[in-house]
C-alpha cells in the first residue's frame, strides 16, 4: 500500500532527509516560485515553507523534483502490475477455468483496485468549511512577472458528464485565481474537463466543478496521466496506490471527496461565461497568450484542520513536472502494445514541452505497415495532439534521444519516409506562429536496413552566413549565423549551398547558439521543438508526383527564435537579487 495522503509522504521525505523547512518569511509573489525553481535545477531536496507571507497555511513544494523522489512516492508495484496485466491478456482473453486459475494473484490484485466510501467523520478533509469568500486563505502564489495574476498551479481537478454521471475527469488544469470567490479553469477543448464543460454548455446547464488539492501522491500521479477518456483517473490512482481510494460524501451535496485531501474547492460554472485573463507561464518555458477562460463561482472550501498547500512551479523544462510525466511514462508503457498492437514502444519527449515531439518502435511485417502505425499513433486520444512524430523497427531505448535519431536517420528516405501536413489541430497552447488550432504536423519513418552511413564530424567547409557548425550526433548537425530577424532566408540559401556540396548531412538545424543548443539533450529538444512548426520552418527541395511530394536530402529546419514567438520566461532581477541575499536565510548552516 503506497503513502496514503500527503503529509505521509512529507514525514518519509523528513525520514529520509529529503525535506528542508523553510521558516523564514517568503513572499508567494515571485519570491517563493525562485527558491523553488533553483532547488528543483540543483536536484535538491523537497521544500516546505512554514512561513508565506499573507496566508496561515504552509506551502509543499518539489515533492517529485526527482528520480528518486518520483519512483519512491508512487513505487515499482504499480509498474509491475500493469505490465503483468499487459502479460495475462492472452491467457485471460477469452477467460477459461484453467486461465483464471493461473491468474489467480493477479486478479487477487485487481480485486483491491477501486473506491471505498468512509464515514463523514473518518474524513479530516472534512474539518473545516468556509463559504464565505472560501479563497480568501489560500497562498496566492505568482510564477512569474509577467503573469496576469496568482494560480492554483497543483490542482486536481474534477468533473462528470451531465448526461452520464460515471464518466469522470480528473485533471490536472492551471486554475486561476481571480478573488476570493471566483477562479477560472484553464482546460483545453480536447481534454476531459473540456469535454464535459461543452456538453454542459449545450444543455444550458451549469457544471459542477470540484478542484481536490493533495491526498495520497497517487491521485496527482493519476490525475496527471493522459489515459483513455473511458478510463476512471479514481480507479488509476487505486492502482497507483495498490488499495481502495478512501471517499467521502460531501455533507453538503455533490460530488465525493478524496478523504485524505488537504483541501476540496467546490464550485459551479455557468454556462457561455467567460473572462480573459493571462498570460500565464506554461510547460514550454513561455508565457501563454492570454485567452478567455470559463469562470467558476466558488460555493465552499473543506479542509483540513492543519492543511498542507500543495504546489509547484511550471516554467522552463526541466521543472518538477518533468519528473512526474516521466513516472507515468514508465508506468503507462506496457499498455501501448495493447492499445496499438503495430506498436511494441513509444515515448514522450518531456524535455520540450506536451505533445511536441514522440518517438516510437513499430512493427514493419509488410510494406508500409509504418505508416500504418503513425496513423494509429495520431488517432489516439492526447497523442492526436503530436506535432512531430518519428518512427523506427529497431529495439532502441527511446528516452536516448540521440540514440532513436540516428536509427531513423540511418534508414530515412526522404521521398517516401518524410509527410508533412498542414491544417491540423494541434494542443491548444501551441507555442507555433500560425493561428490557434491550425497548425501542422510531421511524420518522419526510418524502418528496415540501414540505406546510408551517417558522419559524426563536420569537415565540409565554411558554408555562406554561418558562423558555427557542431554535431549534434550522428547525422545531425545544428548551425547558427544570423538571426531569423537579421536574415529570414537563411535556411534556403542553406538548402542550396549543402546541395551544391552534396552533403553527408541528412538533417540540420538552424538555430541561435549551436554550442548551447547541442550541450545536452535537454537544451537540443527544448530549442528545437517547442516552437517547432513544420509546415513553416522545414526547407527542402521536392518534387511532387501523384499527389505525394517526394523530399531530397538535406532537410534544414529553421529553430531560430522568430519576432512572433511567444516571451521566454526569465525571473524578475529584483527578485533574483532578493534570493541571493536572504538564501542563508532559507537554509541556515
Known amino acids: 500500500m503506497g503513502y496514503g495522503n500527503l503529509r505521509q509522504w512529507i514525514e518519509q521525505l523528513r525520514k529520509d532527509k529529503d525535506l528542508a523547512v523553510i521558516d523564514a518569511p517568503v513572499d508567494p509573489y515571485l519570491e517563493l516560485a525562485e527558491i523553488h525553481r533553483r532547488v528543483v535545477r540543483e536536484e535538491g531536496p523537497a521544500l516546505l515553507f512554514t512561513n508565506v507571507k499573507d496566508t496561515p497555511f504552509p506551502v509543499a513544494t518539489n515533492l517529485f523534483g526527482t528520480v528518486r523522489r518520483a519512483n519512491q512516492a508512487f513505487g515499482t508495484r504499480p509498474e509491475q502490475l500493469v505490465k503483468t496485466l499487459m502479460g ?3 491467457t485471460l482473453l477469452p477467460p477459461t477455468a484453467s486461465g483464471l486459475w493461473k491468474e489467480k494473484r493477479l486478479l487477487l490484485d485487481l480485486l483491491k483496485v477501486g473506491t471505498r466510501n468512509v464515514p463523514q467523520g473518518e474524513a479530516p478533509v472534512l474539518g473545516v468549511c468556509r463559504s464565505t469568500e472560501p479563497l480568501k486563505e489560500l497562498p496566492r502564489i505568482t510564477s512569474w512577472q509577467g503573469e496576469g495574476g496568482p494560480s492554483l498551479t497543483l490542482p486536481l481537478v474534477y468533473t462528470e458528464s451531465i448526461t452520464h454521471p460515471q464518466n469522470h ?17 484553464y482546460w483545453q477543448k480536447h481534454k476531459g474537463g473540456g469535454f464535459h464543460h461543452r456538453e454542459a454548455e449545450q444543455l444550458g446547464e451549469p457544471l459542477p466543478v470540484s478542484v481536490f488539492l493533495g491526498g495520497p501522491p497517487a491521485l496527482i500521479a493519476a490525475a496527471a496521466a493522459p489515459v483513455q477518456e473511458r478510463l476512471p483517473e479514481l480507479l ?3 492502482l497507483v496506490l495498490g488499495g481502495k481510494l478512501q471517499m467521502v460524501k460531501d455533507p453538503m451535496g455533490g460530488h465525493r471527496i478524496p478523504a485524505e485531501a488537504e483541501f476540496a474547492i467546490r464550485g459551479l460554472i455557468a454556462p457561455h461565461e467567460r473572462r480573459t485573463e493571462g498570460p500565464l507561464g506554461d510547460h514550454y518555458g513561455f508565457y501563454s497568450t492570454p485567452r478567455d477562460f470559463p469562470v467558476m463561482h ?12 500543495p504546489a509547484t512551479i511550471i516554467g ?15 508506468l503507462l508503457a506496457p499498455a501501448y502494445p495493447l492499445l496499438m498492437p503495430s506498436v511494441k514502444a513509444l515515448w514522450e519527449y518531456s524535455e520540450c514541452g506536451p505533445h511536441s515531439l514522440v518517438s516510437a518502435v513499430v512493427r514493419e511485417s509488410y510494406p508500409r505497415e509504418a505508416v500504418v502505425s503513425a496513423y494509429r499513433i495520431l488517432g489516439e486520444g492526447q497523442l492526436s495532439l503530436t506535432k512531430f512524430l518519428l518512427l523506427t523497427n ?29 491544417n491540423a489541430s494541434p494542443e491548444e497552447q501551441d507555442l507555433s506562429p500560425n493561428a490557434m488550432n491550425h497548425g501542422s504536423k510531421a511524420i518522419m519513418l526510418g524502418v528496415g536496413s540501414p540505406v546510408r552511413e551517417l558522419p559524426s564530424a563536420y569537415t565540409e567547409g565554411l558554408l555562406p552566413g554561418i558562423t558555427e557548425a557542431i554535431p549534434y550526433c550522428r547525422g545531425c548537425l545544428a548551425v547558427s549565423g544570423a ?12 538548402i542550396a549551398a549543402l546541395r551544391a556540396q552534396e552533403t553527408a548531412w541528412p538533417l540540420v538545424f538552424v538555430v541561435d547558439n549551436a554550442q548551447e543548443t547541442v550541450r545536452t539533450q535537454t537544451s537540443f529538444l527544448w530549442t528545437v521543438f517547442t516552437r517547432f512548426d513544420p509546415a513553416s520552418d522545414i526547407y527542402a527541395e521536392y518534387e511532387i508526383k501523384s499527389h505525394h511530394i517526394g523530399y531530397k536530402l538535406p532537410l534544414v529546419i529553421d529553430a531560430r527564435m522568430k519576432r512572433n514567438y511567444p516571451e521566454e520566461l526569465v525571473p524578475h532581477e529584483d527578485i533574483v537579487q532578493r534570493v541571493d541575499r536572504n538564501w542563508n536565510s532559507y537554509f541556515p548552516h
Open 88 to 90: 495475462a491478456m492472452e
Open 169 to 185: 475527469n480528473l485533471g490536472i488544469y492551471r486554475v486561476p485565481v481571480y478573488d476570493d470567490s471566483k477562479a477560472g479553469v
Open 236 to 238: 488509476l490512482a487505486s
Open 298 to 309: 466558488v460555493q465552499r472550501i473543506w479542509h483540513r484542520k492543519d492543511a498542507i498547500y
Open 316 to 330: 522552463k523544462p526541466r521543472q518538477e513536472d518533468y519528473y512526474l510525466r516521466e513516472y507515468i511514462q514508465r
Open 394 to 422: 529497431e529495439p532502441v531505448e527511446l528516452a536516448e534521444f540521440p540514440k532513436l535519431l540516428e536509427s531513423v536517420l540511418e534508414r530515412f528516405n526522404p521521398a517516401s519516409d518524410f509527410l508533412v501536413y498542414g
Open 483 to 494: 538571426s531569423y530577424e537579421e536574415d529570414p532566408e537563411l535556411p534556403s540559401r542553406l
